[in-house]
Structures are given as structure tokens and as C-alpha cells.
């Protein structure tokens, strides 16, 4: 069984200042993380994702995010926050490499980023 | 290269009513995925479809909801006799060739049921 826990369910920052989005998961086989973002009306998109290669992802948008399977956590990092980035950011697990079903995504709840000017 | 389309986008039904999503797939993408996100909870998922084979529907209740992605047409997520529980959004999601966790998703169809 997998699941995904997202601290702080809306995330307020200034423009210009460092963005940090928690997110840990369990997971009983080797994980597959993923982060996605989403815009007003639409759907989700990847920013970025860790399939057992580097531990340090870097995705779209300036995000990156840290694999460190020792605290079971993947928290999503942007060094200066623009107000394009304002949106509902989602951290999802599946099966890593070794699972059968790596397109069964499991969720957190969603952080709700606001920048302001 | 029109992305994941999904209709209608907000459906209200009454209780007892059937509900009819749709979901059309990125083109080229044979594999369609349904997630359902209740009101404060994360996505969930529902069922994988591929062109007329339901692959995995673990995360479908048992009764009342089914899905079909025929071999010419959009997926249909179907809802018979609504309850106010089903009030929720629900997003459809597609793969190209094999299962596969780089899913595009769609805007949702957010339902509510009154």
C-alpha cells in the first residue's frame, strides 16, 4: 500500500522568496515520486518526476525536488517564487521498478501556493 | 496537439439521476486512466482502460460506476442513481503505447449532485 502526505494544505510566500512544498510518502516497494501542478480550470501537469536515477530532480519552471529515501520525502523547492506560480501543487507515488502497476498514481491532498507581490 | 479533453466540464445532477463523463485522450494515446477527488482528499484512482479492455478497475465501487473506452469514441465514466457522495471532480488521464505513469491529464468534470 502506498500513500502520500502533503504538509500544509495552502503555502503563502512573497514573489522573490524561496518556495518549499513538503510532501512524504510510504511506500512497501521502491517508488516512482512525482510532482504535478495545477492551474485554475485546468489539468494537471507534470513538473517534475524521480524514477530511481538521480536522487536530485530538476523539472519545469525552475522547481527542482530531492529524493531522500532515509526521511521518506520528496519536498518540492523553487529558489525565487514568480506570481505565475501561483496554483495547487500535488505530490503522487506509484511502484517503482519493481512493481506491477507504476500507473496507479496515489495523491496527497494538494498545497494551494499564493505569491504575493 | 490538442491535449486530454474532457466534457462536459461541470455536470449537476439530481439524486437519482445518471451521470455521463467523457474523456477523450491525447491523439495517439490508446490507455486511459479515470481519478476521482472528493471534496478535501487527493486523486484517487478509479480504473485503466485500454481500447475496448478494462485492465484494472480496483478503484471503482462496486456498484452503480462503470467505464467503457470503446474502439471508435471518447472513454465514458458512467454513473447510474447518483448520491450526494458522488458529488466529487473527476479526472481522466492517457498514456501512448504501454501502461505507464507519464500520464497526461485533462481539466476534470467537476460533479455535483444536488
Known amino acids: 500500500a502506498q500513500s502520500v502526505t502533503q504538509l500544509g494544505s495552502h503555502v503563502s510566500v512573497s514573489e522573490g522568496a524561496l518556495v518549499l512544498l513538503r510532501c512524504n510518502y510510504s511506500s512497501s516497494v521502491p517508488p516512482y515520486l512525482f510532482w504535478y ?7 494537471l501537469q507534470l513538473l517534475l518526476k524521480y524514477t530511481s536515477a538521480a536522487t ?5 519552471n525552475g522547481f527542482e525536488a530531492e529524493f531522500k529515501k532515509s526521511e521518506t520525502s520528496f519536498h518540492l523547492t523553487k529558489p525565487s517564487a514568480h506570481m505565475s506560480d501561483a496554483a495547487e501543487y500535488f505530490c503522487a507515488v ?4 519493481s512493481g506491477g502497476s507504476n500507473y496507479k498514481l496515489t495523491f496527497g491532498k494538494g498545497t494551494l501556493l499564493t505569491v504575493n507581490p | 496537439n490538442a491535449g486530454v479533453m ?3 466540464r461541470h455536470l449537476v445532477r ?12 491525447m491523439k495517439g494515446h490508446s490507455h486511459v486512466y479515470w481519478y476521482r477527488q472528493l471534496p478535501e482528499e487527493g486523486l484517487k ?5 485500454q481500447k475496448e479492455n478494462i485492465i484494472d478497475e480496483s478503484g ?14 471518447p472513454s465514458i465514466l458512467r454513473i447510474q442513481q447518483v448520491v450526494r457522495g458522488d458529488s466529487a471532480a473527476y479526472f481522466c488521464a492517457s498514456s501512448p503505447s504501454v501502461a ?3 500520464q497526461y491529464f485533462g481539466p476534470g468534470t467537476r460533479l455535483t449532485v444536488t
Open chain 2, 14 to 25: 439530481r439524486r437519482g439521476q445518471e451521470a455521463r463523463l467523457r474523456c477523450s485522450p
Open chain 2, 60 to 73: 471503482m465501487p462496486k456498484e452503480r460506476f462503470s467505464a467503457e473506452f470503446p474502439k471508435e469514441g
Open chain 2, 45 to 49: 484512482f478509479m480504473v485503466y482502460l
Open chain 1, 37 to 43: 501542478v495545477q492551474y485554475p480550470n485546468q489539468g
Open chain 1, 56 to 60: 536530485l530532480v530538476k523539472g519545469i
Open chain 1, 94 to 97: 506509484s511502484q517503482g521498478p
Open chain 2, 6 to 8: 474532457q466534457n462536459p
Open chain 2, 100 to 102: 505507464s505513469y507519464e
